[in-house]
């Protein structure tokens, strides 16, 4: 039986005395009780088709065409009334960030009171104060927030990210709707949370008999939680059938490219990058860091950032610092750079700046959307270390020998950063940091900030600077599956101390320590063969290690750390 | 480079999309409008005011206080000078003080509002403490308060409204640097080797200039206004040089009778205001900035 039905719907927004299609003859439907994940990569108009189906289309958006039916209900024909009627009961979201979805100032039990009360009073339903917390006590125990009272009574900031989105679940649970539309569930979360997370949306749907449209941009989350796939790009929807038929004989050439360029954890495809011994460049012993804090009572004490880290970093290697947020991975990196000073142990530096460079290390930054100054072009940004590395006569052909480097066309020089899409400026990024001859370059999540497919390039163009260029790296990153085949070496990190060292081979063969196992565990994968080949983890260790589901602890949050 | 990296061909600069808020803006047009005739006004005044010569010490008793006609449009002063050609050389003298206040304080308040918000520590401390004593202080006290000491000019009103003016400027850039100076680019531009000038006017200033320019603007207004309360207090130009605030404080005495001769120069001020506080407005609105 269909409930969710889409039919030809064409869209476009309209701004700036323009007007821009965003969505070509978009069909498809989602039956009852069946999960359908939408994948898509930024700007695919993926989130504008659930806002179209909620009802919540910015005022420049207009429906050109087409027609959404709900449980054969025309959705454009109703008024604006009935279609306020249906949210929350017909169809509910799920948000895609917990740590901006709540108002501060106001507590846990009154967000979730809100919602339920209009949503009573647009129903014409006159429900009590008592009543309604009974009902959202059940719903919180729904979403496996087993203490419901304690949560209920909590301002947003006790709860950690994972028990946030879960509440944000519980929201959109309130009123028993029969489809759950989820933007992006989890991935502003850790990868162990995010797996949680997906597990508990799973159960939900399957004990319900709810209908999920699952978004997401993450192949190896569509694996877990769909039985159908649409994939959509620049607005059409280019491929669609059940999820083994997409994933094991993908029609498209597009499904093809995306499927190839998400790093694989297992199996013949992963490439071992080989391990450097040459000599060291940068020895860390017994380091220890500590924030001091600044307050006027509690002066002297503070923060442990990371403890009794022992690393070598070897010239020409691509070494990997692996671990979740607030894990110090950040802190280690700046300390190799000489950005911060350790409060204990001994930073052996041996490897000498290349000739006419000032530094031995340069840092390529997560968001290259804030390490480009908006105000300054590509050319008057690469300027900057040239001024200091090349005499002015040679600038100009070395900022255009740059840009052929990391293949970008030499026209680009005159260009804004918000003229260039993410993955090419995060290339100018790179460009920035090779003109300052670095021979050491640090990688602070060069890539968490791009589609899955840019990412592939860019790691592509690292790889292959690395070799021209006989550069070291250091990568700093959450990705596991990514740091499978990009590393030599990976430390993997957990609460400020290394747990593991190794080659990626040994430790994603056999990890000895069972956070490492856990972590490796997480990560959704794209093949049920990748799926079996994961170290299994007991459930003792995962309550262990991870944020579980039960009362769960009120997650410190590491400060200036990450 | 793979064909699912590409920027969108139909993306528009930021440039013209500034451009289309502000042409889509009535007030913001206006504003420009009555800015621009302001400009040009004072520019042309000799050519296109029917008595040039009037600004100076002319003297023509049985003309004076003659009420509008078509000789004077707004009637005669107690000397018997065409009140709208002094009202239109008007706008020189308080285009001479917004120039003379701003072109000292804008760049004082910005790069000591940049100092403190990118050093932080000593120079912090120092230069936002020195701003909220200045801000404490009544700009028409303060003002008062110079003219009675030295003299009653103009150029001592402009020094002493340049005094406290800056202060306004180095509170908005602190504020906009503090923003800024966190971000990964001005760490990167470090590491790349840049020192603290290059750091301050290349990375940091750039992103100031949309404040800067929209505070400058609501600024000319307030020092209109503000220059025209000083010189209807006392504190003008040398007679018989025209002004509007003097000229509003001349006519008063003869209210209610002979009200044109402070209506044109009363109307000149407000005009004035409106247009730059109306620029103002629309700049803000382009730039989508708070200022």
Known sequence: MTLLDVNG??????????????????????????????????GSGKSVTAKAILGTLPGNASVDGGSIAFDGLDLFRQSMADREKLKGT??????????????????IGQHLDDVMYYA??????????????????????KVQLADAGRVYNAWPFELSGGMRQRVLIALALLHRPRMLIADEPGTALDVTTQDEILRLINRLVAEEGLSLLMITHNLGVVRQTADRVLVMRHGKIVEQGPLA???DAPQEQYTRDLMAAVPPLYGPQ???QPVSHKTPMITLQGVKKVYAKRGLFNRGEGHLAVDDINITVNEGEIFGLAGESGSGKTTVARMMMGLLSQTEGMIAVTGAPAEGAQRLS????????????PKR???QTLSVPLARTEVPADRQARMEELLTLVRLPVSYLSKYPHELSGGQKQRVAIARALAAKPRLIILDEPTSALDVSVQKTVIDLLLELRESLGLTYVIISHDLSLMRNFCSRIAIMLKGEIVEQGTPAEVFAEARHPYTRALISAIPVLTAEEQALKPSVTEEERARFLVTSGGGQAAPQATGTE | MSHLDTTDDTQMTAAWMGWYRFSRNPAAIIGAAIVISVLVMAALAPWITPFPDHVGSVVDFRNRHAPPSAVNWMGTDKAGRDIFSRTVFGFRVSLLLVFGVLVISVPVGAVLGMCAGYFGGWAEKIITGLTNVMLAMPP???????????????????????????TWHARLVYRVTVSVANEDFIEAARLAGAGPVHILFREILPNCIAVISVKTTLDAAFVILFGATLSFLGFGVKPPTPDLGSMVADGRQFLPEKWWEVLAPGFAIFYATLGFNLLGDGLRDMFDVEA
């Not at chain 1, 979201?93 to 740590?99: R, S």
């Not at chain 1, 009573?120 to 919180?140: F, Q, Y």
């Open chain 1, 90 to 107: 017909a169809f509910s979201i799920i948000m895609q960030d917990p740590l901006s979805s709540f108002n501060p100032v106001f507590r």
């Open chain 2, 140 to 166: 028409l006290v303060m003002a008062l308060a110079i003219g009675n000491v030295l003299e009653p000019t103009l150029i001592n009103a402009m020094f002493a409204i340049t005094l406290l003016w800056w």
């Open chain 1, 120 to 141: 009573d009073r647009r129903r014409g339903e006159v429900s009590s104060a008592a009543e309604r917390k009974a009902r959202i006590h059940d719903t919180l125990r």
């Open chain 1, 9 to 42: 719907l064409n869209m476009s927004f309209s701004g700036y005395g323009r007007t821009r299609q965003v969505l070509h003859d978009v069909s498809f439907s989602v039956g009852a009780s069946e999960r359908v994940a939408l994948i898509g990569e930024t």
């Open chain 1, 362 to 373: 340069q840092i390529v930054y997560q968001n290259p959307g804030t390490s480009l100054n």
């Open chain 1, 270 to 272: 992963v490439v071992d």
């Open chain 1, 377 to 379: 072009t590509v050319a």
């Open chain 1, 245 to 247: 038929q997409v994933f």
